[in-house]
């Protein structure tokens, strides 16, 4: 029931720390593998290993116990080699950080699906009438491909389950005009923790709801308010622009597969000396994140319509396949949010790895529910200190597809057992989520892959 540790080859506990979240992520290396499948058919490279997809999946495989190994404890620098290749100079003596490593691996990634040719596919017709192909080659590949065509594979173009979207919503407090929605890209939340409240717990959610939480943003240029205040003057004369507060909210566009969370423990003093934050941040098993998502406008006219729509093709809570549940903001005064997450007792969740939902009658049909994979831990302060991992064990080889209950508590080589109230008291540094999808989703996946 264990897996296999990993060898320090000198202040690398950031690596093996990481590693070993990395590879209680199921979602992650079957995407891996995908990416990957791509180097088995090219006989044309000399080695596969100068990739960094191929060579990380080799080390998930094997601490996950895909890969069968004798050795109880592993070699990882094969990841520092690669990642020179990819001219990132990381150092193996001084201290590294293992949100940034986390970020080198997902951004490496991207560079290297970016740097994949576009292999033009036999089916893909389009792409082969574009090239320098003789008149009557085109005229056949047409004719001979002419009714249907099945759909053009493109793995290494695919994002990997950790990217997601942010939108950022400007709105002016002046003429409550509204800006158009801007989107970003993010690999991981990374949330600040407020400030405490004497006597209350320091939550996950506060975290969440501090990071999409309005701000007001002065002297922005309003467009609307310009054109109101031209369409008042004679024409001739010159309009400045018209500069108010806007108001900015974040929401997540889009929320990823695997969801990591960076926890910033990092603050500076009044001196400007850096400070490490070591407060407990309560979290849990699961994590319902369908209060923080963002939700498309809906014209009132229509809105019937999409109602009646929406119960009959999504799930219930939900809009265009989007969930509605409002954010503390939008609540009427004198309610609270359906759950918090990381308030509850840990004695609501299950050991069987399934969520009480009994316990929550109003939050029954979450459409974004995730299960906690993997918690990266640093012990020490902002100078010095030491990385471990605690994760969950490998599912058994009889049921591939199950969720193990048992975890592990992991530093470098040496690997135990531990108990979920272990993890759930942890100071958390990153924290690794895999969403879980219901019944109901995985039909609606099944038919729109068949479509």
């Known amino acids: 029931g264990l897996v296999p540790g990993l060898l320090n080859l000198g202040n690398t506990c950031f690596m093996n720390s990481l590693l070993q979240g990395l590879s209680s992520c199921p979602s992650f290396i079957k995407w891996l593998e995908e990416f990957t499948a791509q180097y088995r058919?090219?006989?044309?490279?000399?080695?596969?290993?100068?990739?960094?997809?191929?060579?990380?999946?080799?080390?998930?495989?094997?601490?996950?116990?895909?890969?069968?190994?004798?050795?109880?404890?592993?070699?990882?620098?094969?990841?520092?080699?690669?990642?020179?290749?990819?001219?990132?100079?990381?150092?193996?003596?001084?201290?590294?950080?293992?949100?940034?490593?986390?970020?080198?691996?997902?951004?490496?990634?991207?560079?290297?699906?970016?740097?994949?040719?576009?292999?033009?596919?036999?089916?893909?017709?389009?792409?082969?009438?574009?090239?320098?192909?003789?008149?009557?080659?085109?005229?056949?590949?047409?004719?001979?491909?002419?009714?249907?065509?099945?759909?053009?594979?493109?793995?290494?173009?695919?994002?990997?389950?950790?990217?997601?979207?942010?939108?950022?919503?400007?709105?002016?407090?002046?003429?409550?005009?509204?800006?158009?929605v801007r989107y970003d890209t993010f690999d991981s939340l990374s949330l600040s923790i407020p400030a405490a409240v004497w006597g209350r717990p320091m939550t996950l959610d506060h975290c969440l709801h501090h990071f999409i939480s309005s701000e007001s943003v002065k002297d922005v240029v309003c467009d609307n308010c310009t054109k109101i205040q031209a369409e008042g003057i004679l024409n001739g004369q010159s309009i400045e622009n018209q500069r108010t507060t806007f108001v900015k909210q974040l929401k997540l566009g889009k929320l990823p597969q695997c969801l990591c969370i960076h926890l910033q423990r990092l603050s500076w003093s009044n001196q400007g000396t850096p400070l490490k934050r070591h407060e407990h941040v309560q979290f849990n098993e699961f994590l319902i994140m369908d209060i923080y998502k963002y939700r498309i406008p809906v014209h009132k006219s229509s809105q019937n319509e999409l109602n009646q729509k929406n119960s009959e093709e999504t799930t219930p809570g939900t809009k265009d396949g989007i969930a509605v549940k409002p954010s503390d903001a939008e609540q009427p005064s004198g309610t609270k949010p359906f759950f918090m997450n990381g308030a509850c007792s840990s004695s609501f969740l299950m050991s069987s790895g399934t969520f009480p939902l009994a316990a929550f009658p109003e939050c029954s049909s979450p459409v974004y529910l995730y299960r906690l994979m993997a918690v990266v831990v640093h012990h020490g302060d902002m100078h010095s200190g030491h990385f471990v991992t605690y994760r969950r064990s490998p599912p058994s080889p009889k049921n591939p597809l199950s969720v193990s209950s048992q975890w592990l508590w992991i530093s470098d080589d040496t690997v135990r057992k531990a108990s979920l109230q272990e993890v759930l008291s942890s100071s958390a540094y990153l924290l690794f989520y895999e969403r879980v999808h219901s019944r109901v989703q995985h039909q609606s996946l099944e038919l729109r892959a068949e479509e």
């Open 41 to 180: 058919t090219d006989q044309n490279q000399p080695t596969e290993h100068q990739y960094l997809s191929v060579t990380l999946l080799h080390l998930l495989r094997a601490l996950s116990c895909q890969e069968v190994t004798e050795d109880d404890v592993l070699d990882a620098s094969c990841l520092l080699e690669v990642l020179r290749m990819y001219r990132w100079q990381i150092s193996s003596f001084e201290e590294q950080d293992a949100h940034e490593l986390f970020h080198v691996l997902t951004s490496s990634l991207e560079d290297e699906r970016d740097r994949q040719p576009r292999v033009t596919h036999l089916f893909d017709v389009h792409s082969l009438e574009v090239t320098s192909l003789p008149l009557e080659t085109k005229r056949t590949i047409s004719t001979l491909f002419s009714g249907s065509l099945p759909p053009v594979s493109n793995h290494w173009k695919s994002q990997h389950p950790f990217h997601g979207r942010l939108t950022s919503n400007m709105v002016c407090k002046h003429c409550e005009h509204q800006s158009p």
